[in-house]
């Protein structure tokens, strides 16, 4: 049997996180192109917790505008 590359592992495990990642940027309201991120080798996945628990999410400020 043959053993992938590393590099295709890496990449393999990237994408299972790229697109989860992906769906909760765009239903956050940020550009799921933020996702790329998570490539960034050790602090890709730090930027994007940050991003998201501290940027105010584009809708739930469309909600507020709704309810004012």
């Known amino acids: 049997m043959m053993m992938f590359p590393e590099i295709i592992q ?3 495990v ?4 790229f697109l ?3 769906l909760i ?4 309201g940020f550009h799921p192109a933020w996702a790329a991120l998570v490539f960034l ?3 890709g ?3 994007i917790f ?7 999410w584009p809708n739930l400020r469309d ?3 709704q309810q004012s």
């Open 50 to 56: 940050m991003q998201l628990a501290l940027l105010p």
């Open 63 to 65: 909600k507020i505008e």
């Open 10 to 12: 890496v990449f393999i």
């Open 14 to 17: 990237g994408l299972l996180i």
């Open 25 to 28: 940027y765009k239903k956050a």
């Open 20 to 22: 989860p990642v992906c």
């Open 41 to 43: 080798p050790g602090f």
């Open 45 to 47: 996945l730090l930027i």
